[in-house]
């Protein structure tokens, strides 16, 4: 499934694809990909006419601000892709299900092969409307995350965004430290800490030398804090190369083309491979139904 790294990716490919540009038609041939509405008419008429002021982030999913208030909200699910075409005479990928016409007669397009993703109009939020926002993303001392949840309320219950929301190391480390669960499981559950799944998870424990089944309030102070430092670095890392696209090569950008970050991957995927850093064999188990990767030696 697409993690932070990938949709950030796209998100920046949207951006310049959509940004002031208006949605001039839109078609939907799978009605699962709309499914939160009750009809594809009905998603098309939210949508066409509409301009794009910006495109954003939070977790896994991406927010196109339209000019009447409401978000064109996007999630990659399993196997989505949103691709660009320069016009409709373009070859159409497998799995498309809906197409996003521009004003410059180019196409976004959103192709699904599991359709597990979606596609959906959140509508303005109403005046005197109160946004329940999430008790974990409350703790961020700034950042744009806040202001989107208020603004779209089918994400307020994302937690704490790695780079969406500011939140200190103490703050972290508090909560860190007030659960009992596995590390792995705190890294992966959305609703305290969004964007993250079990590729970067794997990573990121590697790098701070933690095991994935530590419990998290067995945590050290210095350990919580080296935690919390290596999330951003190893999501920044990976943002930079373009995301990771495993061998189903299910994950591109808006152009088509795959990321690069499996080639910078220190444990996630390399069974049997050596450690980088201490040349153990890179072990796998099975963890909460997924593939956990790690190495004996290096994470304690």
């Avoid at 180019?106 to 303005?124: C, H, I, L």
């Avoid at 480390?173 to 007030?178: E, L, P």
């Avoid at 659960?179 to 792995?184: D, E």
């Avoid at 994950?251 to 499996?262: K, L, S």
Wanted: net charge positive; aromatic share 6%.
């Amino acid at each position: 499934m697409p993690e932070l790294p990938e949709v950030e990716t796209v998100r920046a490919g949207l951006a310049r694809e959509m940004n002031g540009k208006k949605i001039k038609a839109a078609q939907v041939s799978d009605g699962r990909s709309t499914r939160r509405h009750p009809s594809a008419r009905e998603f098309r008429a939210q949508i066409e006419g509409r301009s794009v002021k910006s495109v954003e982030r939070l977790g896994k999913y991406l927010a196109c601000a339209l000019d009447n208030g409401s978000h064109l909200v996007i999630h990659l699910g399993m196997t989505g892709q949103v691709l660009r075409a320069k016009n409709a005479k373009a070859p159409k990928p497998k799995h498309t299900h809906v197409v996003l016409q521009l004003s410059t007669n180019e196409e976004v397009r959103f192709a699904d092969q599991r359709t597990f993703g979606e596609m959906f109009v959140s509508a303005p939020v109403s005046d005197g409307e109160v946004v329940e926002i999430s008790k974990f993303a409350r703790l961020a001392i700034g950042g744009s995350g806040l202001g989107l949840r208020a603004r779209v309320r089918e994400l307020a219950h994302l937690g704490m965004d790695p780079y969406e929301d500011q939140v200190g190391w103490d703050r972290f480390t508090a909560v860190t430290r007030s659960r009992s669960v596995p590390l792995k499981a705190l890294l992966t559950d959305q609703s305290i800490i969004c964007g993250i799944g079990n590729i970067y998870a794997d990573e990121i424990l590697f790098s701070a030398g933690l095991r994935f089944d530590r419990p998290c309030d067995a945590l050290t102070t210095v350990e919580a804090r080296r935690l919390h430092r290596t999330i951003p670095e190893v999501l920044t890392e990976a943002i930079k190369a373009g995301g990771t696209t495993l061998s189903d090569e299910m994950f591109v950008n808006v152009e088509g083309e795959p990321g690069t970050y499996q080639n910078q991957l220190q444990v996630h995927t390399r069974e049997g491979l050596a450690c980088p850093q201490c040349r153990t064999p890179i072990e796998r188990v099975i963890f909460r139904d997924r593939s956990t990767y790690w190495c004996p030696r290096c994470q304690t």
